[in-house]
Structure formats: C-alpha cells, structure tokens
Nanobody, 117 residues
Framework: VQIKAYGGGLVQAGGSLRLSCAAS????????VGWYRQAPGKQRELVAS???????NYGDSVKGRFTISRDNTKNTVYLQMNSLKPEDTAVYYC????????????WGQGTQVTVSS
C-alpha cells in the first residue's frame, strides 16, 4: 500500500494551504477517505471526509473554511484550507477506509501545518 500526503507548511493566519494525499489505485478506488489532525496534547480528530460516491462531511470547526475533494483520475484527495487560524495548527493525516473484506484502513504519514498569528 502506497500512500503519500504532502502540502503542509507554515502560513500566516488568514492564509490558505492545500493538502494532497495520493494512494495506489487499488486502494483509492475502494476507499472512503478522511483527513484527520492532531495537535500537541490533543486527541486526533476528524477534519473532513469524502466517500467513494463523493459525499462529504466536515468537522464543526472547519465548516465553511475547508473543502475536501477527490480526483479519481489521479487517485488523489485534496483538502483546501482557507481562512486558516492558529488553532488549525496540527499534524494532518489522511486515512483510507476501504470497503474490502474486514474494512481494513490505512494511514498516510502526517504533514505539519503551522499557522502563525
């Protein structure tokens, strides 16, 4: 299983970043995908998710600011983050929840997002 997440970085409050998470096709095509984040000292939380059919779901703290999308031709999921706030600072992870038997899931490596005030 090959998963690669990238796009994090340092940005000022109010700025934007786009995260990308690419996976091998055999995993991507059978997966719902979520972006999660974990700030120091806090539990990992769901930021946004997109189903195979394209249905989306967002955490309350990011609604109206973040947009998740998937490009099935590129086997990639994106998280467009606008109007970033210092409290968005965290390590962001993508998670592939497959519809294979037993519903195995796979995590990508984290990518750091730091929002300065």
């Amino acid at each position: 299983v090959q998963i690669k997440a990238y796009g994090g970085g340092l940005v000022q409050a109010g700025g934007s970043l786009r995260l990308s998470c690419a996976a091998s096709r055999n995993i991507f095509s059978i997966s719902d995908v979520g972006w999660y984040r974990q700030a120091p000292g806090k539990q990992r939380e769901l930021v946004a998710s997109v189903s195979r059919a394209g249905s989306t779901n967002y955490g309350d703290s990011v609604k109206g600011r973040f947009t998740i999308s998937r490009d099935n031709t590129k086997n990639t999921v994106y998280l467009q983050m606008n109007s970033l706030k210092p409290e968005d600072t965290a390590v962001y992870y993508c998670k592939f929840e497959t519809w294979a038997l037993g519903r195995p899931h796979y995590w990508g490596q984290g990518t750091q997002v730091t929002v300065s005030s």
